[in-house]
């Protein structure tokens, strides 16, 4: 499913989860859980993307999220001629209030 960010906010849609997914050279996406669907973040047709964490705070400052956690996957280990890992990928809170 796709959700688009200015109907969530238009609809002061309630999030069950946000996963903030982390990617190499500072690519952030989201996935999110709102009762029983879950899909990725768009804007005007297109996957939203965002290039740190702050701005994922900051885009979700009005929204009410009731948990959220970050992903990150590394691919070093198959880069650099390691055999790909079997360990899954390093999922940690993600505190969605402003640092200060």
Known sequence: MKFEYQLLINQNQVIDELELQSFEMNIYLIKLKIG???GMLYDNG???RFN???QVRDAFAD????S????????YD???GNPPKTAANLKVPFSMQ???
């Open 63 to 66: 929204v009410k999220v009731l």
């Open 52 to 54: 740190n964490s702050q």
């Open 98 to 100: 402003q640092p200060y």
């Open 68 to 75: 959220s956690v970050m992903i990150h996957d590394s691919p």
């Open 46 to 48: 297109k996957l939203m």
């Open 36 to 38: 029983s669907e879950q």
């Open 78 to 80: 198959e880069m650099i």
